[in-house]
């Protein structure tokens, strides 16, 4: 088949996503192309996107595509549905808000020319994160609702995101998956922590979404209770880090955070003993995959699917943007045997792998075309 993932930011779990869908789609013989944002991202996510260039047959291109609906979307759907008919697809995957409304509508579009690729999305959160007591919700829920009659099959990553649909768009009127995100063999090798590690760290998109000022406020209030050296790595890129670096000194906390940016996941665990999760919003974070596979202990909040992966242990989960829960949990972390992190990673390795989801969105291809 000949695939296009459609998608805005690369950056986080949409991206990893669809960097493991290309290793497995193009292994398996077909033919990959990619379309997303070219104005997110930084030195980090080009390197990632040349070292898959070489999988992408179809091709690699980068249009601008704004976070907020305005205009300019007419002009980057216009060039978006330019490329996407040159490489004539048998399969649309959209991933994402702004890349599933692009998609699906350029694919409608396309059967006015007689291709008729199939039309699948992932939300990925995407617009379930918005409060549907708000106008701006339902509007969104509203242009979900119409876009699902240019959908041929939904698929979501998880129990929590499937039912997030049902309850502020409406129960599906078009068939649909559950494929839970999945990792590769060699992640669940241990990742231990450095001789001169930190006790904390949090990795991931520099937004409010996130929760690192959470994360931020939760550490002071650890610095105050210890009164002594409690030290972080706070690690990642975003529109919103400057706030953070601002935050960082109003709270006195210079000489214990050390500020990096993006890396990749298995690098930043060695830094710190112990990784923080502290969203407040997610829908299957692959960063709680990925550091209960590689034994670090996990402190994460009650959102999302993160409940699914936790299984038995999600009563140890944290209420989101409670930053006194936040250093309780975080605390209790630091006296952990391990026993936890050792448990959680046989669950996961039990359940989420990569193999899996591949086989399980081919077969939702297939049941597509």
């Known amino acids: 088949?000949?695939?296009?993932?459609?998608?805005?930011?690369?950056?986080?779990?949409?991206?990893?996503?669809?960097?493991?869908?290309?290793?497995?789609?193009?292994?398996?013989?077909?033919?990959?192309?990619?379309?997303?944002?070219?104005?997110?991202g930084g030195e980090y996510e080009d390197r990632l996107f040349e070292q898959m260039r070489s999988k992408l047959k179809l091709g690699l291109v980068r249009i601008r595509m704004d976070r907020s609906v305005s205009p300019a979307d007419l002009i980057a759907l216009a060039r978006c549905a330019t490329i996407i008919r040159k490489w004539n697809p048998d399969i649309l995957h959209a991933h994402g808000a702004k890349g599933g409304a692009y998609a699906r509508i350029i694919g409608t579009a396309l059967r006015l020319f007689g291709s008729r690729p199939s039309r699948l999305y992932c939300p990925h959160g995407g617009s379930m994160h918005y409060d549907a007591t708000k106008l701006s919700g339902r509007l969104y829920f509203l242009f979900e609702r119409v876009l699902e009659r240019m959908t041929d099959r939904?698929?979501?990553?998880?129990?929590?995101?499937?039912d997030g649909y049902c309850q502020k768009v409406g129960v599906p009127n078009c068939p649909y998956d559950i494929v839970h995100n999945g990792l590769r063999p060699e992640e669940f090798e241990d990742v231990p922590a450095a001789p001169d590690a930190a006790d904390f760290l949090y990795i991931g998109m520099m937004r409010d979404l996130k929760g690192p000022d959470v994360f931020l406020e939760a550490l002071a209030r650890l610095q105050e209770r210890h009164r002594g050296?409690?030290?972080?790595?706070?690690?990642?890129?975003?529109p919103d880090k400057p706030v953070y670096l601002r935050?960082?000194?109003?709270?006195?906390?210079?000489?214990?955070?050390?500020v990096h940016d993006a890396m990749p996941a298995r690098k930043a665990f060695a830094l710190a003993r112990v990784v923080v999760v502290p969203s407040r919003a997610e829908s299957m974070p692959y960063l709680v995959l990925e550091a209960a596979a590689a034994g670090k202990p996990l402190v994460a909040t009650r959102v999302g699917g993160i409940p699914e992966i936790f299984g038995q242990d999600a009563d140890a989960l944290v209420e989101p943007g409670n930053a006194e829960a936040l250093a309780a949990a975080m605390d209790r972390t630091l006296a952990d045997s391990g026993e936890a992190a050792r448990r959680l990673r046989e669950a996961v390795r039990a359940r989420f792998s990569v193999e899996r989801m591949a086989r399980e969105i081919e077969a939702a291809y297939r049941k597509a075309r």
């Open 1 to 40: 088949m000949k695939i296009v993932h459609c998608f805005r930011s690369p950056v986080g779990g949409i991206f990893r996503h669809v960097r493991d869908l290309v290793d497995a789609q193009e292994a398996a013989g077909h033919s990959v192309g990619i379309v997303c944002d070219s104005s997110t």
């Open 154 to 162: 939904l698929i979501f990553v998880s129990r929590y995101e499937a």
């Open 229 to 238: 050296p409690i030290t972080a790595h706070f690690v990642g890129d975003g």
């Open 247 to 258: 935050q960082i000194a109003r709270l006195g906390l210079e000489k214990a955070v050390t």
